[in-house]
């Protein structure tokens, strides 16, 4: 098992650009979510993949949005970014017919 | 509208003693009651999770409780060490949807030497 990775590990932006982030989820792992985690709080789930389809979404507006490669592996993009966007964003992968979801180190994102 | 609330918010504990954090939940379509453990600087990690069809459940030095009639879980850290000095996050997914995790605020526990 290599685990989930996510890349770059660190990102600085400039409010109004635009942003790519990557996952490879666990060997075996066909599910991967998103989540964003500002500094001092708990993760907030962003929205979920499988099968290469969105499946689920929580309170973030359209300019967060994400992909789904035949490998399982994810991206997550975010338009306009605004200053509350700084944050690690965290991706885990799981099996969708149930199972533990496994976090990546995530991506510490700085929009100035 | 916070669907899972954990206290304290941070906890100071004696090298063998015993942390105790706490969760409350609303959604009684809660159906897995995970608890990840996080370093600075690292995504969080599962340490035990337990389903509402058991009361308790424990793995080594980590005990889950639960109590389903007062929607609320806690975990019991038992011989706490400094090296458990982390942020503990206690969550909980609908059955079904176990990738969309509601987590709560967080603990930050240190455990003094």
């Known amino acids: 098992e290599t685990g989930v990775t996510q890349s770059p590990t660190h990102l600085i932006k400039t409010r109004g650009q635009q942003v790519t982030l990557r996952c490879s989820s666990q060997?075996?792992?066909?599910?991967v979510s998103w989540y964003q985690q500002a500094l001092g709080q708990g993760p907030q789930f962003i929205f979920q993949y499988y099968r290469e389809e969105e499946n689920g979404r929580g309170n973030f507006p359209p300019r967060f949005s994400g992909l789904q490669f035949p490998n399982y592996s994810s991206e997550l993009n975010v338009n306009a970014l605004e200053l509350d966007d700084s944050a690690l964003y965290l991706c885990?992968?799981?099996?969708?017919?149930?199972?533990?979801?496994?976090f990546g180190p995530g991506t510490r994102l700085t929009v100035l | 509208q916070q669907q899972v609330k954990q206290s304290p918010q941070s906890l100071i504990v004696q090298k063998g003693g015993i942390s105790i954090i706490n969760c409350a939940y609303e959604n009684t379509a809660f159906d897995y009651f995970p608890w990840y453990q996080q370093f600075p600087g690292k995504g969080p990690a599962l340490l035990i999770a337990i389903r509402p069809d058991v009361s308790e459940k424990k793995e080594g030095r980590f005990t889950i409780s639960f109590n389903k009639s007062a929607k609320q879980f806690s975990l019991h850290i038992m011989d706490s060490q400094p090296g458990d000095s982390a942020t503990y996050f206690c969550?909980?997914?609908?059955?079904?949807?176990?990738?969309?995790?509601?987590f709560g605020k967080g603990t930050k526990l240190s455990v003094k030497p």
């Open positions: 969550a909980a997914s609908r059955r079904g949807s176990q990738g969309n995790l509601i």
């Open positions: 885990a992968s799981s099996l969708f017919s149930g199972g533990v979801g496994i």
């Open positions: 060997s075996g792992h066909n599910t």
